[in-house]
């Protein structure tokens, strides 16, 4: 035997400790512990489903009797596209925008990439101040500027959309720009906000490095079109000529969503999710899921993943964050929204996580006629999104301004009883004690109160007699960009509009992703696209 494939459950300190995890694969290969000269980790997963034992489910490939060999790694290259036949315009400088742009170097394509915010560096300022002051900047927030909204994220890098790209590649290139290689086996990676904003310039500067152009705090205003399609665009610094045009703005840029429906390009209403975070201490997780007091130094802070049916519709849990912080995420003066992150090492005492209810256009139209008396089209394709807006400037107003949100211990909330004190929060605005379930729309808010006290059945520890319904947490509000409300339609074979020849519709904000991994994979298919187009591949 020189090289085998092992698979192992080991205890948490096992699996963290070198020389009692080359004992286990010795022991598995039936070799002495002498003879192994080498592994690498290959598949690494928790399991917690144990009462007893959390374990740790590992593969590793080991090498006995001979050099370890390290591993192969796909190193991707990258041409010069100074002097390129063929150039992409590229609006949005998120991960579907800068993935896009990394396809085009190595198919040879020249791409310009328009962001309207900040580089990450002069974003960090903007951050700060409406993290501190609750002082919100339209063009430079946790939505808009370099790497988009998952730059200062908690840089979740797992998807359910395997079908729509390649995985794998995209985790490899993020290791290729300085991420961690145990995001490559890990079941549930994660990059964290700390290291996502270097692994973003060092992709810039490779754009940069071999021709192509990234310009910062340049919106998007108009598309000129002929009948033979996309023909100009003109941005708040000038106008270009372009002939592929990649529309990759994110799920919160409602200008471009306005800008199409006035130019009478195609738009739909898309179901999305809105309510509320959540926070725990992060303690109390651990418990629910380890069943233990302590987890310990080899376990990473516990999560979970929540869904049932209440009140006729789905609530979910979204963009879990253990050990993170909940960040003010409104992206216009006068709206509350609130979203989570974590940095790398996930080390604050917080957990929280998104809870959610979907609504659909139905819903939306029919809740907008009661708030307004002007007139209402029931299908018409920003119904989702006014319904939206609606939520997030009403929490605004229940705050009180600058960014403080309304929030409500969880009991409470479930109780329809406003909050007379509130648990210290990570939020870092501040909370006003309010009553949420008045606040959200009503069957939000009901589905809610029911999705929360199921889940308090479901994530409970009888022995340590702790769980996770329970008014040491605290509701905030609101979560409310979960997707994007609206869906630009494109043709699924070119990928091109339905409507408009050389216009793409790309990632989150188009309606064909939801994450970082699914919107860079989604950037990809549509350069590869529109290189088919070209005929370069």
């Known amino acids: 035997m020189a090289i085998c494939t092992i698979h192992i459950k080991c205890t948490p300190q096992e699996a963290a400790t070198p020389p009692l995890l080359e004992a286990l694969l010795a022991a598995e290969a039936n070799e002495p512990v002498q003879n192994l000269t080498g592994y690498h980790i290959t598949k690494q997963s928790i399991d917690a489903r144990s009462k007893a034992q959390v374990w740790i489910n590992l593969t590793a490939l080991a090498f006995f009797n001979e050099p370890a060999t390290p591993l192969p790694r796909q190193t991707y290259t990258f041409k010069q596209v100074h002097n390129a036949k063929h150039t992409v315009h590229i609006i949005g400088a998120g991960p579907a925008g800068l993935f896009a742009a990394l396809q085009c170097l190595e198919l040879g394509i020249k791409p310009i990439v328009i962001e309207r915010g900040k580089d990450v560096r002069s974003r960090r300022r903007d951050l700060a101040l409406l993290s501190k002051e609750g002082v919100v900047n339209a063009e430079s927030n946790y939505c808009f500027g370099e790497g988009g909204a998952g730059t200062y994220s908690d840089g979740k890098l797992y998807t359910r959309s395997n079908k729509r790209g390649n995985l794998q590649r995209i985790l490899e290139l993020f290791v290729q720009f300085g991420a961690q290689e145990t995001i490559l086996y890990q079941s549930h990676p994660h990059i964290g906000t700390n290291k996502l904003p270097h692994i973003i310039v060092a992709m810039r500067e490779c754009i940069l490095a071999c021709g192509g152009e990234i310009k910062f ?53 898309k179901d999305f999710a809105l309510g509320v975070r959540i926070e725990h201490q992060q303690s109390v997780i651990d418990a629910i899921q380890y069943n233990a007091v302590d987890r310990g130094p080899y376990l990473p802070p516990a999560s979970y993943s929540l869904v049932e049916q209440a009140n006729g519709h789905g609530v979910f849990s979204f963009c879990m964050c253990p050990g993170g912080i909940i960040a ?85 909330f479930c109780s329809n009883k406003t909050s007379s004190t509130l648990p210290d929060c990570s ?111």
């Open 217 to 269: 705090e340049e919106k998007l205003i108009d598309i000129k079109f002929s009948a033979t399609g996309v023909q100009e665009i003109t941005t708040s610094k000038g106008q270009y000529s372009c002939q592929h045009l990649v529309l990759a703005t994110g799920h919160s840029a409602r200008d471009i969503f306005e800008l199409l429906y006035t130019k009478n390009i195609a738009i739909e209403a």
């Open 328 to 412: 003010p995420a409104s992206t216009q003066p006068g709206e509350v929204v609130v979203n989570g992150w974590s940095p790398s090492k996930r080390n604050n005492a917080f957990s929280n996580s998104g809870m959610v209810v979907t609504v659909n256009q139905h819903e939306a139209y029919q809740f907008l006629k009661k708030q307004t008396t002007e007139p209402l089209q029931e299908n018409h394709p920003l119904n989702l999104l006014r319904f939206q807006q609606w939520v997030e400037q009403r929490c605004y107003t229940a705050g009180g301004g600058n960014s403080v949100a309304p929030a409500q211990r969880l009991v409470d």
């Open 427 to 537: 939020y870092n605005p501040g909370l006003a004690s309010q009553p949420v379930q008045e606040i959200l729309p009503a069957f939000v808010a009901k589905t809610l109160q029911q999705g929360f006290q199921l889940f308090g059945k479901k994530l409970y520890n009888r022995k340590l007699h702790t769980g996770y319904y329970t008014n040491e947490a605290v509701l905030v509000a609101t979560e409310s960009r979960t997707s994007s409300p609206v869906r630009i339609p494109r043709n699924a074979d070119t990928l091109e509009h339905t409507q408009l020849k050389g216009l793409y519709p790309c990632g989150e904000g188009a309606g064909y992703a939801g994450g970082i991994v699914s919107a860079g994979m989604d950037g990809e298919r549509v350069i590869k696209a529109i290189a088919e187009k070209l005929q370069i591949i």
